[in-house]
């Protein structure tokens, strides 16, 4: 069974800073593209930033140049420095990840539980 468990939330004033990790876990034959999404209250979830085994990144308008997503594929592992905070940001960020496990082969898309940050005026 494969998981991601996020940490790195928390409350912060406009301007600050946070990093948020996501690790995967489980009997994994490969990852392909990670990244962040985010829920604000009474929104649809969004793309915030993915990255891909290879390290090309994408990124929503709305964050470019304030957050950077990387990732650790020795430790399964996705990040996400989050700069220059704005309220705006406030939201419930989910790590995603897209998977590959054998016996049998199969290819799954995985959500964490969701981390919240909030960003205080």
């Known amino acids: 069974q494969v998981q991601l468990v996020e940490s790195g939330g928390g409350l912060v004033q406009a301007g600050g800073s946070l990093r948020l990790s996501c690790a995967a876990s489980?009997?994994?034959?490969?990852?392909?593209?990670m990244g962040w999404y985010r829920q604000a209250p009474g929104k649809q979830r969004e793309l915030v930033a993915t990255?891909?085994?290879?390290?090309?990144?994408n990124y929503a308008d709305s964050v470019k140049g304030r957050f950077t997503v990387s990732r650790d594929n020795a430790k399964n592992t996705v990040y996400l420095q989050m700069n220059s905070l704005k309220p705006e940001d406030t939201a419930v960020y989910y790590c995603?990840?897209?998977?590959?496990?054998?016996?049998?082969?199969?290819?799954?898309?995985?959500w964490g539980q969701g981390t919240l940050v909030t960003v205080s005026s």
């Open positions: 990255v891909t085994s290879g390290g090309s990144t």
């Open positions: 489980g009997t994994i034959f490969s990852i392909n593209t």
């Open positions: 995603n990840a897209h998977v590959v496990v054998t016996t049998p082969i199969r290819f799954l898309e995985i």
